[in-house]
């Protein structure tokens, strides 16, 4: 075998008996079993053959191999699965807020398969708005140090692939029984906030509760009503059509409450990565973030933020999301940086608000450098992780914050849906909060460890299908903008959001971050993730 690692710099021997069908060409999993001091190789075995190198199931299982995130579930996993009773008793829903007779919908991207939140709203004769958001009881089914619990807490989040979800439950929970799928009746956790014209959360009630949602409604119909009521779609969702009005006036409300706070937003276009009917990418765009998208942001940021409030008074052992300050080095760079636009960073160094960073994000909105300033201000950022500590949100401006809304994806959220049942139904005791600091500590640990993993796989699949779909592409020319400066060269992001470099011994002169630039298509090598440009004359 020759490692795909970039530490293992010699081939691995393996026995016949020992290759499990593997052939020459494949792509396969060995594990190392001796290692002689006087061998130059090491000797191995087959531990599974993922199939041939270069087809795309066994590249993108590659890659997940290498991260240590599992590809397939343990049989037993499955089979605890499927043994999971998907009724709903009629003694459950009596315990329970019956919500099935109100109008809840769910927005999700037109591709999602997994529905775990949904919404309801009234407008109050005083003029407030009552939001209900609505998540789905993931803990009913997924009990503390089961098989399927731990498995769960291993995996620690779902990985989000350009081809493929990797859930974090077997996907007949995910897909399924847990989903808050249309015209379904579904156990929830909701979570109902009465919120002023400010935006002020003025009451919040916190209960189980069982929904029926009316629609599975899609983020590009409902930003197309919100931002210019389409006649065909006000016909298609006319009984919504009251809800969805209220929804956005109060998205708006929230968003600008938070824009106030000096909530940091940044816009960055994420890639949108088209794949045929073989897996292959045909077209790379900048992904829409219309206004539905952000009408479900401010929601469950809003759930988010009252949650993590409510049971830090409580003083219950939880799992919070925390983002720290900057440090006061990387926030003199930043400065030094800045200049360079003519863009003064106010304030002290050791002490940076966020409001400051983010009226330099509204300043410099629609200039051609706002998506490089816009990362360089990211970069400077620490990264948030999971805490049993309220430490705050940074980014956010959030005095207390969690992730309450995605149970079904991330196990931080189906650790404190334990916490929350509990303390609603009165049922904490002494021995359950002992067992609860225990419990949220090592998922805090465990998820910010996994969270990491996670986003680097997902950084290196998009990687591959944007090499693979410059292969396509070879000795055409584009504009651009530098995006990196390194001492090998430079980075060029594309309008497409596709990056390449243009190696420093190709440089004819200095070139700055922000810079305008033309290039043509040298190369792309999806097994190295590399794609090289050549630097025109503009």
Not at 50 to 76: D, Q, R, S, T, V
Not at 201 to 226: F, G, P, Q, T
Request: a negative charge.
């Amino acid at each position: 075998l020759t490692p795909d690692s970039k530490y293992l710099a010699t081939d691995i021997i393996i026995p016949g008996s020992k290759l499990k069908g593997g052939t020459t060409g494949d792509k396969a999993i060995v594990r190392i079993t001796d290692w002689r001091d006087d061998a130059t190789s090491p000797r191995g075995e087959v531990v599974d053959v993922l199939g041939k190198a270069g087809e795309n199931n066994a590249e993108i299982h590659a890659i997940l191999a290498e991260f240590g995130l599992p590809y397939k579930y343990p049989k037993a996993v499955e089979k605890a699965a499927g043994r999971i009773d998907a009724g709903i008793t009629d003694d459950e829903v009596a315990k329970r807020l019956d919500m099935r007779d109100v109008t809840t919908f769910t927005i999700d991207p037109k591709d999602a398969k997994d529905f775990d939140d949904a919404l309801s709203i009234r407008k109050l004769p005083d003029g407030n708005y009552e939001i209900g958001v609505h998540i789905a009881d993931v803990t009913h089914y997924v009990h503390p140090d089961t098989i399927i619990d731990r498995e769960a807490e291993e995996r620690a989040t779902s990985v989000y692939l350009v081809d493929r979800v990797v859930p974090m439950l077997p996907k007949g929970l995910s897909n399924g029984i847990c989903s808050l799928n249309e015209g379904e009746d579904r156990l929830t956790l909701s979570c109902f906030m009465e919120i002023d014209a400010q935006g002020e959360v003025v009451h919040h009630e916190l209960a189980e509760s069982v929904i029926n949602s009316k629609a599975r409604m899609v983020y590009d119909d409902v930003s197309e009503l919100l931002e210019h009521e389409t006649p065909a779609l006000r016909a298609k969702y006319a009984p919504l059509l009251t809800d969805i009005r209220a929804m956005g006036e109060l998205a708006r409300v929230l968003r600008d409450k938070r824009k106030q706070r000096g909530s940091l937003d940044f816009d960055f276009a994420e890639s949108e990565i088209v794949l045929d009917a073989c897996e292959h990418p045909i077209a790379i765009r900048p992904a829409e973030r219309r206004s539905a998208n952000r009408l479900i942001e401010e929601f469950m940021l809003i759930a988010n933020e009252t949650v993590a409030e409510h049971f830090y008074w409580m003083n219950y052992p939880f799992v919070y999301r925390v983002h720290e300050k900057p440090d006061p080095e990387k926030m003199m760079d930043l400065k030094a940086f800045l200049m360079n636009f003519g863009i003064h960073l106010k304030g002290n160094p050791d002490n940076i608000y966020p409001k400051t960073l983010a009226d330099i994000i509204d300043t410099i909105a629609d200039e051609p450098y706002e998506a490089v300033v816009n990362r360089v201000i990211l970069r400077t950022m620490k990264k948030a992780y999971y805490s049993p500590e309220c430490d705050g949100h940074f980014g956010l401006a959030f005095r207390y914050y969690c992730h309450f809304t995605s149970p079904i994806r991330r196990y931080p959220d189906l650790m404190i849906h334990r916490v929350i049942k509990a303390a609603i139904n009165n049922r904490m005791t002494e021995a359950k909060l002992k067992k609860y600091r225990h419990d949220v500590q090592e998922a805090a640990e465990i998820s910010s460890r996994t969270e990491r993993k996670a986003q680097e796989l997902e950084r290196e699949v998009e990687k591959l299908k944007k090499c693979e779909y410059m292969l396509d592409h070879i000795g055409e020319e584009y504009d651009g903008i530098v995006s990196g400066v390194t001492e090998f060269g430079v980075y060029v992001e594309l309008p497409n959001t596709v990056e390449g470099m243009v190696f420093a011994r190709d440089l004819r002169r200095p070139y700055q971050l922000g810079e305008q630039v033309r290039i043509r298509v040298l190369d792309a090598r999806p097994a190295e993730r590399q794609i090289d440009f050549a630097m025109l004359r503009k």
